[in-house]
């Protein structure tokens, strides 16, 4: 028989007589620490390496020498993400950045409404002058009067009977068309002081002088000309004396040396 197979059979065959033997199983029941007296069991009765670190107390081993550093395990596997932590209070705020290059200009919006007006300021200086306008067109011509001349000496001529005025220097004749009127301008100089009030006149030898302009002639009024000019009311077409008179009939020799020079000229009314 082979030693392995010999080495087998005798370890099951002890292993029988134990299981099998009443005398060695009940010593294996009943035999407890109660039925060992103490101080009976020494090192020698102890297998060398049997006993353990847990069967002795505390402080009975003593400590031996710190064993080298083992090697550094594996790098376990990543655990599970964690849950978001609370939010930590703010931080103090930090100083203001530089400025930011200008943007483009951005595209002009639309117009508003337009606005109320304001108040009326001042009036401005005036400006300068501007250039005449070019002349209007010439008008129709009116109509052509008669005119006459007058330039006489001498006066103080004969008045139809009943007339306040007397003529200086001989009248003129002129006819009128009817709707006409008459318009007069005449000096008269004086050889002499004349105390009268003068005027233009009309009428003829036959009927009183009529007056329709005159003015009072100032003291010593005398060699220089007194000019006098007027309009007349609307006056009836026919032939009529005109000329200068004086308020006062005079005798001849008073005014024999004045002189009387102007125009008379009808227009329409």
Same mark, same amino acid.
């Given at each position: 028989?082979?030693?392995?197979a010999?080495?087998?059979a005798?370890?099951?065959t002890?292993?029988?007589?134990?299981?099998?033997n009443?005398v060695v199983?009940n010593?294996a029941?009943?035999?407890?620490g109660?039925d060992?007296?103490?101080?009976?069991?020494?090192s020698? @009765?102890v297998k060398?390496h049997?006993?353990?670190?847990?069967?002795?107390?505390?402080?009975?081993?003593?400590?031996?020498?710190?064993g080298?550093?083992?090697?550094?395990g594996?790098?376990g596997?990543?655990g599970?993400?964690?849950s978001?932590?609370?939010?930590?209070? @703010?931080?103090?705020t930090?100083p203001?950045?530089?400025?930011?290059?200008?943007?483009?200009?951005?595209?002009?919006?639309?117009?508003?409404p337009?606005?109320?007006?304001?108040a009326?300021?001042?009036a401005g200086?005036?400006g300068a002058t501007?250039?005449?306008?070019?002349?209007?067109a010439t008008g129709?011509?009116?109509?052509?009067?008669?005119? *006459?001349?007058?330039d @006489?000496?001498?006066g103080?001529?004969?008045?139809?009977?009943?007339s306040?005025?007397?003529?200086?220097g001989?009248p003129?004749?002129?006819?009128?068309?009817?709707?006409?009127?008459?318009?007069?301008?005449?000096?008269?100089?004086?050889a002499?002081?004349v105390?009268?009030?003068i005027?233009?006149?009309?009428?003829?030898?036959?009927?009183?002088?009529?007056q329709?302009?005159s003015?009072? *002639?100032?003291?010593?009024y005398?060699?220089?000309?007194?000019?006098?000019?007027g309009?007349?009311?609307p006056m009836s077409?026919g032939?009529?004396?005109v000329g *200068?008179?004086?308020?006062?009939? *005079?005798?001849?020799d008073?005014?024999?040396?004045?002189r009387?020079t102007?125009y008379?000229q009808?227009?329409?009314?």
């Amino acid at each position: 028989m082979k030693p392995k197979a010999l080495s087998v059979a005798c370890v099951a065959t002890i292993g029988f007589l134990l299981a099998t033997n009443p005398v060695v199983a009940n010593a294996a029941r009943t035999i407890t620490g109660a039925d060992i007296k103490d101080g009976t069991v020494t090192s020698a @009765d102890v297998k060398d390496h049997s006993l353990r670190a847990k069967d002795f107390r505390r402080s009975q081993l003593p400590t031996g020498p710190r064993g080298a550093t083992g090697a550094t395990g594996l790098t376990g596997a990543v655990g599970p993400a964690g849950s978001d932590g609370i939010d930590g209070i @703010d931080g103090a705020t930090g100083p203001k950045g530089a400025d930011g290059a200008t943007g483009p200009k951005g595209a002009d919006g639309a117009t508003g409404p337009k606005g109320a007006d304001g108040a009326t300021g001042p009036a401005g200086p005036d400006g300068a002058t501007g250039p005449a306008g070019a002349d209007g067109a010439t008008g129709p011509a009116g109509p052509t009067g008669a005119v *006459v001349g007058i330039d @006489d000496f001498g006066g103080g001529f004969p008045y139809p009977s009943g007339s306040q005025f007397s003529w200086i220097g001989r009248p003129v004749d002129i006819d009128l068309t009817a709707a006409q009127k008459l318009v007069g301008a005449v000096g008269t100089k004086f050889a002499s002081n004349v105390d009268a009030s003068i005027g233009l006149c009309f009428g003829d030898r036959f009927t009183p002088i009529n007056q329709f302009a005159s003015q009072q *002639v100032p003291p010593g009024y005398s060699e220089q000309f007194y000019f006098l000019s007027g309009v007349s009311q609307p006056m009836s077409a026919g032939l009529h004396s005109v000329g *200068v008179c004086v308020n006062t009939p *005079v005798i001849y020799d008073y005014l024999s040396s004045s002189r009387t020079t102007g125009y008379f000229q009808a227009v329409p009314q």
